[in-house]
């Protein structure tokens, strides 16, 4: 399957498509950068929950097929994100968890 980065005219296109000749992996935690420049994170349930509901309003998709943790909080055990992730999962909301520059 090949991989595309879509702007709003790539979703149109995707949308004539069957939902399972694609994938759709996106990813979540970078809240705002202070004033200094520094990279605000955030990975309390609500918020993996809150940019996971946007997530899928914003594509325009039922499922995200890999949702990637971008970051880590490192005032959050990581557990208590996957358990998030987790839930995300069941509820068919997600199909798999990803990391993507996961160190501290």
């Given at each position: 399957m090949p991989r595309v980065k879509l702007g709003t005219q790539g979703l149109e296109a995707l949308k004539?498509?069957?939902?399972?000749?694609?994938?759709v992996a996106t990813k979540f935690e970078v809240v705002k950068?202070?004033?200094?420049?520094?990279?605000?994170v955030r990975e309390e349930r609500e918020y993996v929950r809150s940019f996971?509901?946007?997530s899928l309003k914003r594509l325009d998709v039922d499922y995200?097929?890999?949702?990637?943790?971008h970051w880590v909080d490192t005032t959050i055990l990581t557990e208590k994100t996957m358990e998030e992730l987790k839930k995300l999962v069941e509820e068919g909301k997600i199909k798999y968890i990803?990391?993507?520059?996961s160190k501290p």
């Open positions: 004539k498509l069957p939902r399972e000749r694609f994938q950068m202070d004033y200094e420049g520094m990279i605000i996971c509901e946007a995200i097929d890999i949702y990637y943790q990803g990391l993507s520059e």
